[in-house]
């Protein structure tokens, strides 16, 4: 069983930053994909980025050179720098790791807001 306590989330102003921060702990950890999702209200939950163990990275259109994924390895942290907010960035942000051989065990974080608005 992972763990995953995310944290950063807030009411930013137009233009500004937030990171997001994903902790997970667990019993035999081994993480091979770590990511972000988000779900703004009525709508889908949506891919934000992603990054392998090997620091592949994968990135929605919409926040491609605004938005950077990176991970510590030793601290079994995830964490996305945004910057150049948009209004359309609210949503809920939810932490995603997956792990097993296979990438089969999939586990999520609660989630954290993000609001942006002026």
């Known amino acids: 069983q992972v763990q995953l306590v995310e944290s950063g989330g807030g009411l930013v102003q137009p233009g500004g930053s937030l990171r997001l921060s994903c902790a997970a702990s667990g019993s035999a950890l081994s993480i091979n994909i770590m990511g972000w999702y988000r779900q703004a209200p009525g709508m889908q939950r949506e891919l934000v980025a992603i990054i392998t163990n090997g620091d592949r990275t994968v990135y929605a259109e919409s926040v491609k050179g605004r938005f950077a994924i990176s991970r510590d390895n030793a601290k079994n942290t995830v964490y996305v720098q945004m910057n150049s907010l948009k209004p359309e960035d609210t949503a809920v942000y939810y932490c995603?790791?997956?792990?097993?051989?296979?990438?089969?065990?999939?586990?999520w974080g609660q989630g954290t807001q993000v609001t942006v608005s002026s």
């Open positions: 995603l790791v997956k792990t097993g051989a296979l990438n089969q065990y999939e586990y």
